[in-house]
């Protein structure tokens, strides 16, 4: 489904599209073009989907913590940081809080 979604949002036509939109344009801005947007926003869906799954018992808490520190590396990449901060209020309220708490 990720993928899908990429591929779908990383297309010159959607891309053009989406940057017709002042919406779109404004959250284009900490980047380079969509399609960096768009893979960094992939990274964050994967990552709370990871996050659903531990929450809900489906992974453990050692592999987990892999992926956690994932994230935090992740917020060592300004771009990322600037695109989530743009974004975060789409993600779930527990995800949300979890990723500005490291």
């Keep these: 489904m990720m993928e899908a979604r990429v591929k779908l949002e990383t297309t010159p036509a959607f891309t053009k599209m989406a940057s017709e939109s002042p919406h779109f344009a404004e959250r284009f801005s900490p980047v380079e073009s969509p399609e960096q947007f768009y893979i960094l926003r992939a990274y964050m869906d994967l990552y709370e989907f990871l996050f659903r799954l531990y929450k809900s018992g489906m992974i453990d808490e050692q592999f987990w913590t892999r992926w956690a520190s994932a994230i935090k590396a992740m917020k ?3 771009k990322f940081v600037a695109v989530w901060n743009k974004t ?6 527990d995800f949300f809080k979890f990723v500005d708490s490291i």
């Design 76 to 78: 060592s990449i300004p």
């Design 88 to 93: 975060k209020n789409v993600h779930t309220n």
